[in-house]
């Protein structure tokens, strides 16, 4: 079956201008998480989503960033007025949800790589 | 405040030996440590896990021991092969939440 893919695969703009990331899950999957990654890191939490409403947005660095999932199962990561502190791979990842609420074993994307010039 | 780290960034064995990475928390809460494989342009893949009721678990060539009072587990890969060569991300997820947390990577390089 198909994983989890992510679009685009690279995406370079200017400062201040706005993105859109895009993650399609793993059908069925009902947890979805947005990842950052800078270099030499490792994946950054950023939010998760329980179907359709963002269970822990905790991760989101600050207002510009904001993620949807209407329908449960795309997922858009929207950072407006971009700045080069923003320069990272996104990743998405989904898991199911066992009975008890819990999500274990995430299954990633190969990531958005976004260049802020 | 790193939650979970990897202070090795880097690893080289010979192929046929033992690989061995580390990996140390600091959140007494965590309940549940994945290891993850990650290969360049590729998103991390789902190696192995273990959960805060265990000490071992075995798969394959693969082992990662947990060790609940040092706040401390490692992945053992035996026998180590060329293929194995990737970053390596050990993670933990906190036992009131669905939040994982992720340490900074150990790249494994396995020489022929």
């Known amino acids: 079956g198909a994983g989890v893919s992510q679009t685009p695969s690279n995406k370079v703009t200017e400062k201040g201008k706005y993105v859109e990331l895009r993650c399609d899950p793993i059908s069925g999957h009902t947890a979805l998480y947005w990842y950052r990654q800078s270099l030499g890191q490792g994946p950054e939490f950023l939010i998760y989503?329980?179907?359709?409403?963002?269970?822990?947005d905790s991760g989101l660095p600050n207002d510009r960033f904001f993620a949807v999932r209407p329908e449960g199962s795309v997922s858009t990561l929207k950072i407006q007025r971009t700045e080069r502190g923003d320069s990272a791979v996104y990743l998405c990842?989904?898991?199911?949800?066992?009975?008890?609420?819990?999500?274990?074993?995430?299954?990633f994307g190969p990531g958005t790589r976004l260049t802020v010039l | 405040d790193q939650q979970v780290k990897q202070n090795s960034p880097s690893l080289s064995v010979q192929e046929g030996r033992i690989s061995i990475l580390n990996c140390d928390y600091t959140n007494s809460m965590f309940d549940y440590f994945l290891w993850y494989k990650k290969y360049p342009a590729e998103g991390p893949t789902f190696l192995i896990s273990?959960?805060?009721?265990?000490d071992k678990n075995e798969d394959g060539r693969f082992t990662v021991f947990l060790n609940k009072s040092a706040k401390h587990l490692s992945l053992h890969i035996v026998p180590s092969q060329p293929g194995d060569s990737a970053v390596y991300f050990c993670?933990?997820?906190?036992?009131?939440?669905?939040?994982?947390?992720f340490g900074s990577g150990t790249k494994l390089n396995v020489k022929p």
């Open positions: 989503f329980q179907g359709t409403g963002a269970a822990d």
């Open positions: 273990i959960s805060s009721i265990k």
């Open positions: 993670a933990a997820r906190g036992n009131n939440f669905n939040k994982f947390y």
């Open positions: 990842a989904s898991s199911p949800t066992v009975l008890s609420g819990r999500t274990d074993t995430q299954y």
